[in-house]
């Protein structure tokens, strides 16, 4: 069968990029091994970052670095396996993070985020999926004075962006969150304007089910090859071979694994992350998302139960579970709520598709017409799939662009 577009990858960035291209008239093959928002999509810490204007750079100080390398922190842990496997692209990073090229980046990055909110608004009320959200913000908890006073300063200036905050003591901590104990902590900052999903896995779901509704199609198989046909594509699943006239790669850290046959190498590394849910009870009962800053890790309230995300494991994509930095985090996590009962057995992980650059691909292949990536969203694909499919859409259909995307093509990469 052929399609105007196939996009592989059902996460939350192909998920959207298919809404956005059936709402405007074409048939749209979405194609994903398993059901949509089931990997990374489902596993993250469920925030719409408006805030997230700043990207997470490599430690280059001299103490940030003594502090990462014995590989003991909550926040950061990394594998040899993986740091040999990915050494070139970690150079790069390293490169990338020098202070001047950040700026430019999260000048870039902000062209993205800034859509984030409303470009997410128009799929939940096309998606019926107001159930998932609250509109109430994240708390980012402090312990040491220092980096409190550093925190305070820059949310102050990115008020000049429209992101609103307001600075907590542990006294309007505590009436915000009455189950916490904050013995440790100094105070906090409660991001207002970002959004909290009570479900990730379930929004992508909702979204797929209205990509459905307006006539979209969804195959679960696994792709093993893409293959250039005529002026389309042709994909090779497990069972079947479908035809489009556009093809769109967005299968997250997979994606590389896609396009090297075709002579694509780009830099995609993984990085991991662990979840694990713990039982709501009238006693650990949490109003917002609260992040300890200093140990790096997540506190969600989902309906899988409080969901413990943990921060970055440099780790390869098939390496086997490791519980080390979990475990480091639960401990934490236990001195601020009552976490008894674990809702599964064993913890999910999943990767953060990351590039060096800190900025997603975003745009037209350069060696093939009709073939677009969209991945490498590091550590907000799930804030930045909405506002990702409305560019693709707009590319494909050769419309005017809502952002400016030459910072995101895949050609900044030189590819081989
Ligand atoms: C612990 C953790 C916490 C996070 N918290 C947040 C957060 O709070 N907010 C935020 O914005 N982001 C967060 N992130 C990042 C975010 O989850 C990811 O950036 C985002 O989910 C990436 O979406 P994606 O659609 O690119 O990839 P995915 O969701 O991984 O989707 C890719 C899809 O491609 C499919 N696929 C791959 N290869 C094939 C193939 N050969 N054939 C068929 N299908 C294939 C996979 O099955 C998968 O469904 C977090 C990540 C982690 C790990």
Same mark, same amino acid.
């Given at each position: 069968?052929?399609? *105007?577009?196939?996009?592989?990858?059902?996460g939350? %960035?192909?998920?959207?990029?298919?809404?956005?291209?059936?709402?405007?008239?074409?048939q749209?093959?979405?194609?994903?091994? =398993?059901?949509?928002?089931?990997?990374?999509?489902?596993g993250?810490?469920?925030?719409?970052?408006?805030?997230?204007?700043?990207?997470?750079?490599?430690?280059?100080h001299?103490?940030?670095?003594?502090?990462?390398?014995?590989?003991?922190?909550?926040?950061i842990?990394?594998?040899?396996?993986? %740091?040999?496997?990915?050494?070139?692209?970690?150079?790069?990073?390293?490169?990338?993070?020098?202070?001047?090229?950040?700026?430019?980046?999260?000048?870039?990055?902000?062209t993205?985020?800034?859509?984030?909110?409303?470009?997410?608004?128009?799929?939940?009320?096309?998606?019926?999926?107001?159930?998932?959200?609250?509109?109430?913000?994240?708390?980012?908890?402090?312990?040491?004075?220092?980096?409190?006073?550093?925190?305070?300063?820059?949310?102050?200036?990115?008020? *000049?962006q429209?992101?609103?905050?307001? %600075?907590?003591?542990?006294?309007?901590?505590?009436?915000?969150?009455?189950?916490?104990?904050?013995?440790?902590?100094?105070?906090?900052?409660?991001?207002?304007?970002?959004?909290?999903?009570?479900n990730?896995?379930?929004?992508?779901?909702?979204?797929?089910?209205?990509?459905?509704?307006?006539?979209?199609?969804?195959?679960?198989?696994?792709?093993? @090859?893409?293959?250039?046909? /005529?002026?389309?594509? @042709?994909?090779?699943?497990?069972?079947?071979?479908?035809?489009?006239?556009?093809?769109?790669v967005?299968? /997250?850290?997979?994606?590389?694994?896609l396009?090297? +046959?075709?002579?694509?190498?780009?830099?995609?590394? +993984?990085?991991?992350?662990?979840?694990?849910?713990?039982?709501?009870?009238? @006693?650990?009962?949490?109003?917002?998302?609260?992040?300890?800053?200093? =140990?790096?890790?997540?506190? /969600?309230?989902?309906?899988?139960?409080?969901?413990i995300?943990? /921060?970055?494991?440099?780790?390869?994509?098939?390496?086997?579970?490791?519980?080390?930095?979990?475990?480091?985090?639960?401990?934490?996590? =236990?001195?601020?709520?009552?976490?008894?009962?674990?809702?599964?057995?064993?913890?999910?992980?999943?990767?953060?598709?990351?590039?060096?650059?800190?900025?997603?691909?975003?745009?037209?292949?350069?060696?093939?017409?009709?073939?677009?990536?969209?991945?490498?969203?590091?550590?907000?694909?799930f804030?930045?799939?909405?506002?990702?499919?409305?560019?693709?859409?707009?590319?494909?259909?050769?419309? +005017?662009?809502?952002?400016?995307?030459?910072?995101?093509?895949?050609?900044?990469?030189?590819?081989?």
């Amino acid at each position: 069968m052929r399609y *105007e577009v196939i996009v592989i990858g059902a996460g939350m %960035v192909g998920t959207s990029i298919a809404w956005h291209l059936q709402k405007h008239n074409s048939q749209v093959l979405l194609l994903d091994r =398993k059901s949509p928002g089931s990997e990374t999509s489902y596993g993250n810490a469920g925030l719409i970052q408006r805030e997230a204007i700043h990207v997470h750079p490599f430690p280059r100080h001299f103490t940030e670095l003594v502090r990462v390398l014995p590989n003991q922190n909550t926040d950061i842990r990394y594998r040899w396996p993986a %740091v040999l496997r990915h050494h070139r692209a970690l150079l790069q990073y390293w490169q990338f993070s020098a202070p001047s090229s950040v700026q430019k980046i999260e000048e870039e990055w902000e062209t993205l985020i800034e859509h984030c909110t409303s470009e997410h608004q128009e799929m939940i009320t096309a998606a019926g999926a107001e159930n998932l959200i609250r509109r109430v913000g994240w708390i980012e908890m402090h312990r040491t004075e220092d980096k409190f006073k550093v925190a305070i300063a820059a949310a102050i200036n990115m008020r *000049e962006q429209g992101i609103e905050h307001k %600075v907590l003591s542990i006294d309007e901590l505590k009436v915000l969150e009455p189950n916490g104990n904050f013995d440790g902590f100094i105070g906090a900052i409660h991001w207002s304007n970002s959004w909290q999903v009570s479900n990730p896995g379930a929004l992508v779901k909702a979204y797929a089910k209205s990509f459905q509704e307006m006539q979209g199609s969804i195959a679960e198989c696994n792709v093993k @090859q893409i293959l250039p046909d /005529g002026d389309g594509w @042709q994909v090779i699943t497990d069972d079947a071979t479908f035809y489009s006239d556009h093809l769109v790669v967005a299968a /997250g850290p997979w994606s590389n694994q896609l396009i090297k +046959p075709l002579g694509y190498d780009l830099p995609l590394f +993984p990085m991991r992350g662990y979840h694990q849910h713990f039982d709501i009870t009238p @006693q650990n009962t949490i109003n917002h998302s609260l992040v300890d800053m200093d =140990k790096g890790f997540v506190m /969600g309230p989902m309906q899988q139960g409080i969901r413990i995300t943990t /921060g970055a494991e440099m780790t390869l994509m098939n390496a086997a579970k490791d519980f080390g930095q979990l475990n480091a985090v639960l401990h934490f996590a =236990k001195t601020i709520l009552p976490l008894n009962n674990k809702v599964e057995s064993e913890a999910w992980c999943g990767s953060r598709p990351c590039m060096p650059d800190m900025k997603p691909v975003i745009g037209a292949a350069n060696k093939h017409d009709n073939l677009w990536f969209a991945f490498g969203h590091g550590h907000q694909g799930f804030t930045l799939g909405p506002i990702t499919g409305r560019i693709v859409e707009e590319l494909i259909h050769n419309k +005017p662009l809502t952002v400016n995307v030459d910072p995101f093509n895949a050609q900044r990469f030189l590819i081989a």
